[in-house]
């Protein structure tokens, strides 16, 4: 696998990181599975990947995330580019929360992370997690088994989901706009609000575009090749842009944000219910991933 070696993760970030992960364990599991086999389980044909997710590397990988090693090495590298903590970091989002939903759909799941975490936090919900790369979804699917959490997974577009209008009354997206071009972001929050039924929220939680403003160096860590793109934006304005009313912002730690918004109640309706609810964390502790693979490495290490 082709790795560039003039990042500033590769040359410096990297080394360090390769002493805290079991590499030979690592191996075993991207071993164990049947990749391509378990991906046709999630694969669909009316799926289209576009050129932006596509024809770029992510995190140096080429390639990006259409590749096993990538859903393998997913979880042990994003344990070290969350700081604090992953956990307290994805937490925020889940405390972000303002209604009582019935129906979750997380986009861009990736190894589903985030998407565990809204099942056990709202676990009479229906959650759905939808990415473009099955392999991300089969290391999902792994996660979720081994939680004994019962979500469904969809290959798909976050731009086009294909799901009807009103039908969620929540839908999120975690660590997903600083990897598309604010075309996409744009379009994808789009899709989140005719998704939404009258008084649903959407939620995201990235990078915090201020401080990535301000430092320079953050957007030369890692090979984010739209990161500079999402910096230079506002999230709040994207989604008042969508049609999302109450649209605020909080920062996380002060290297990510939180941004949230309401899809508004028509003056006429007066059938609508909002349910709105301040969620309020009792957990310190989340079930991100249970099983052997806590500090395993990356493919931008070579391991795979």
Same mark, same amino acid.
């Given at each position: 696998?082709?790795?560039?070696?003039?990042?500033?993760?590769?040359?410096?970030?990297?080394?360090?990181?390769?002493?805290?992960?079991?590499?030979?364990?690592?191996?075993?599991?991207?071993?164990?599975?049947?990749?391509?086999?378990?991906?046709?389980?999630?694969?669909?044909?009316?799926?289209?990947?576009?050129?932006? #997710?596509? *024809?770029?590397?992510?995190?140096?990988?080429?390639?990006?995330?259409?590749?096993? !090693?990538?859903?393998?090495?997913?979880?042990?590298?994003?344990? #070290?580019?969350?700081?604090?903590?992953?956990?307290? /970091?994805?937490?925020?989002?889940?405390?972000?929360?303002?209604?009582?939903?019935?129906? /979750?759909?997380?986009?861009?799941?990736?190894?589903? *992370?985030?998407?565990?975490?809204?099942?056990?936090?709202?676990? *009479?919900?229906?959650?759905?997690?939808?990415?473009?790369?099955? #392999?991300?979804?089969?290391?999902?699917?792994?996660?979720?088994?081994?939680?004994?959490?019962?979500?469904?997974?969809?290959?798909?577009?976050?731009?086009?989901?294909?799901?009807?209008?009103? *039908?969620?009354?929540?839908?999120?997206?975690?660590?997903?706009?600083?990897?598309?071009?604010?075309?996409?972001?744009?379009?994808?929050?789009?899709?989140?609000?005719?998704?939404?039924?009258?008084?649903?929220?959407?939620?995201?939680?990235?990078?915090?575009?201020?401080?990535?403003?301000?430092?320079?160096?953050?957007?030369?860590?890692?090979?984010?090749?739209?990161?500079?793109?999402?910096?230079?934006?506002?999230?709040?304005?994207?989604?008042?842009?969508? !049609?999302?009313?109450?649209?605020?912002?909080?920062?996380?730690?002060?290297?990510?944000?939180?941004?949230?918004?309401?899809?508004? /109640?028509?003056?006429?309706?007066?059938?609508?219910?909002?349910?709105?609810?301040? #969620?309020?964390?009792?957990?310190?502790?989340? /079930?991100?991933?249970?099983?052997?693979?806590?500090?395993?490495?990356?493919?931008?290490?070579?391991?795979?």
């Amino acid at each position: 696998m082709a790795i560039r070696q003039d990042t500033i993760w590769e040359r410096f970030l990297s080394p360090v990181v390769r002493l805290l992960i079991d590499e030979k364990a690592l191996r075993r599991y991207a071993q164990s599975v049947d990749w391509e086999k378990e991906g046709d389980r999630f694969r669909r044909s009316d799926v289209v990947i576009p050129d932006y #997710y596509s *024809s770029q590397n992510f995190h140096g990988i080429e390639g990006g995330y259409l590749n096993s !090693g990538a859903a393998v090495s997913y979880d042990p590298i994003t344990q #070290y580019v969350l700081p604090p903590n992953e956990a307290l /970091i994805r937490q925020a989002l889940i405390d972000a929360v303002r209604v009582q939903p019935r129906r /979750i759909l997380d986009l861009g799941c990736g190894t589903g *992370s985030t998407t565990l975490m809204l099942k056990e936090a709202f676990p *009479s919900a229906e959650v759905i997690g939808l990415d473009l790369s099955p #392999y991300m979804l089969v290391r999902a699917e792994h996660k979720a088994i081994n939680a004994n959490l019962e979500i469904n997974w969809r290959h798909g577009n976050a731009e086009r989901t294909g799901f009807p209008d009103n *039908s969620f009354d929540l839908v999120t997206v975690a660590l997903l706009f600083h990897e598309t071009p604010p075309v996409v972001s744009q379009a994808i929050l789009r899709e989140c609000f005719r998704l939404l039924g009258v008084g649903g929220q959407v939620l995201t939680i990235d990078g915090n575009q201020s401080t990535l403003r301000q430092l320079e160096w953050l957007n030369n860590v890692f090979e984010e090749p739209y990161i500079r793109e999402y910096s230079a934006g506002s999230l709040d304005a994207w989604m008042g842009e969508a !049609g999302f009313e109450a649209v605020q912002t909080q920062d996380v730690w002060w290297i990510h944000q939180v941004t949230g918004g309401v899809k508004p /109640i028509p003056v006429n309706d007066t059938t609508a219910e909002t349910n709105v609810r301040k #969620y309020t964390s009792t957990q310190t502790d989340s /079930i991100i991933d249970k099983d052997d693979l806590e500090g395993f490495g990356s493919p931008a290490f070579g391991t795979i």
